[in-house]
């Protein structure tokens, strides 16, 4: 059973950056490398859940939303099974709850699919002042 814990959400003005962390709990390091997808997705207020970025461990290719390009970057340190989302240049649209997520690696579909996701952590709040 994966686990997934999410941390380093807070408050920021626009314009300022965050770098979210999700920490893996339940496989081995070089299992999960190997058997899973991760994304990061967030949620505001009376919306959808949004695909944000996505990550194959094993090679880090990785997906992103256009709205994201060029401000968000989705990395992993597979030492520390953690995926991070390091925002930056916020704005008050990217305020929302964020969410990691792990897919196992055989789901076919859209990596920024919620629904291609098995497991999710709990959320991080990022909230963006003008």
């Known amino acids: 059973q994966v686990q997934l814990v999410e941390s380093g959400g807070g408050s920021v003005q626009a314009g300022g950056s965050l770098r979210l962390s999700c920490s893996v709990f339940?496989?081995?390091?070089?299992?999960?490398?190997?058997?899973?997808?991760m994304g990061w997705f967030r949620q505001a207020p009376g919306k959808e859940r949004e695909g944000v970025a996505a990550i194959y461990f094993g090679d880090d290719s990785t997906m992103y939303v256009d709205s994201v390009k060029g401000r968000f970057t989705i990395s992993q340190d597979n030492a520390k099974n953690t995926l991070y989302l390091q925002m930056k240049s916020l704005k008050s649209e990217d305020a929302a709850m964020y969410y990691c997520?792990?897919?196992?690696?055989?789901?076919?579909?859209?990596?920024?699919?919620?629904?291609?996701?098995?497991?999710w952590g709990q959320g991080t709040q990022v909230t963006v002042s003008s």
């Open positions: 339940g496989y081995s390091r070089i299992t999960f490398r190997n058997s899973f997808r």
């Open positions: 997520a792990a897919a196992r690696i055989d789901n076919a579909g859209s990596w920024l699919a919620a629904a291609l996701y098995d497991y």
